[in-house]
Structure formats: C-alpha cells, structure tokens
C-alpha cells in the first residue's frame, strides 16, 4: 500500500502543473486566428482581448508611434503572475508580432509553453549554451490556424539579460530576416 501512495504522489507531480493554463496562453487565444475564416491577420482591435494589461497609448494612436503598441502585462502562473512588457509591432491594418520580454531573474523558460500543442521547428538561428538559448516552435490549437512562436533568453552581464518570446501568425515575421526554418 505505501508503494501506491507513493506513485500517486509522483503521478501528482506531473498532473498538477498541467491543471494550470500556459502563461502564455492568454496572448496565444487572444492573438491567434480562427481556423474557419479566410483572415490570416491579427487585427489591432485583438489588443483589447488581452487580459490584465495596462497599454502606455490607446490602439487609436498606433499610427502615431509607428505602429505599435506598448504595455505591461501580468502573465498567470500556477501561483500569482509575473510582469512582462508587450510589445504589437505590425502595419497600419495588423498585427504582425508580439513580443514580451522578461527579466532574466523572472525568467520561466519553457514552462511558458507548458500543456500547448507545440511542435519544435529547426532554424538556422537555434542555440543551446549556458548563457544564451534560441528556439522555435509552432503551436497548433484546435480550432485555430498556427502561429509560430521564438524564445529567446540571454543571461546578460551579472545576471541582468532578459528572456524574449515573440508570436505571431507568421513564420517569417516572427523570425526576422536573420533565421530561417530548416527542415
């Protein structure tokens, strides 16, 4: 009987952190395209479904900082949340990326994409050392299209870096000019 105990413990382990939503689930529903439309874009109005987040301007004023829109956001972790700043880049229709960036000693690594659908795409840009890491994925949930997510950590001097995640519905947009998915 104690053996029993003792594997449903473990078992507990695993099913418990799964119970909690990524904390980047939110921006993925929130900026993600339905599967059934003919639309490929993000549309700015989308900024709005974004919960706990505070812009610096209103989504009417996006033409007046070179389309973008800048904010914090509080991500949901399994116990309280952690602050991160946003930023929509995109044209004067669409959103193109977003990114939110971390401080590295608030840094949640993969944990950020825990319980999604992801599939790990290779790009000419991967790297895995102790101080730096890049990475890219697809996320593919039910019902809606793909939007393809970059992770990217930097440890900084003393400490100090940041972790980046970019997304949005293009592989490309996401990337930049510098990466290219192989394979």
């Known amino acids: 009987m104690p053996m029993r105990k003792h594997r449903a413990g473990l078992m507990m382990l ?6 909690h939503a ?26 709005e479904k974004l919960p706990q987040t505070v812009w610096k301007w209103s989504r009417q004023q996006i033409s007046d900082h070179g389309y973008t829109l800048q904010g914090k956001i509080m991500l949901p972790l399994a116990k309280g949340s952690v602050p991160a700043w946003i930023e929509l880049k995109g ?9 939110l960036q971390l401080d590295a000693r608030r840094a949640q690594g993969m944990a950020m994409l825990q319980g999604e659908p992801v599939q790990a795409l ?10 730096y890491q890049f990475r890219f994925f697809k996320v ?14 930097s440890q900084g001097a003393a400490g100090e870096g940041s972790e980046v995640w970019r997304l949005g519905p293009d592989a490309e947009s996401v990337l930049g000019e510098r990466c290219k998915v192989q394979g």
């Open 140 to 153: 593919a949930d039910k019902g809606r299209k793909p939007m393809y997510v970059s992770f990217e950590y």
């Open 22 to 47: 990524a904390p980047l689930s939110p921006v993925l529903r929130a900026l993600s395209v339905p599967a059934d439309t003919t639309q490929t874009n993000v549309a700015w109005q989308d900024a």
């Open 122 to 131: 290779r790009t000419s840009c991967d790297e895995d050392s102790a101080t």
């Open 14 to 19: 695993f099913v418990v952190p799964m119970l």
């Open 91 to 99: 044209a004067r229709l669409y959103v193109a990326v977003a990114e």
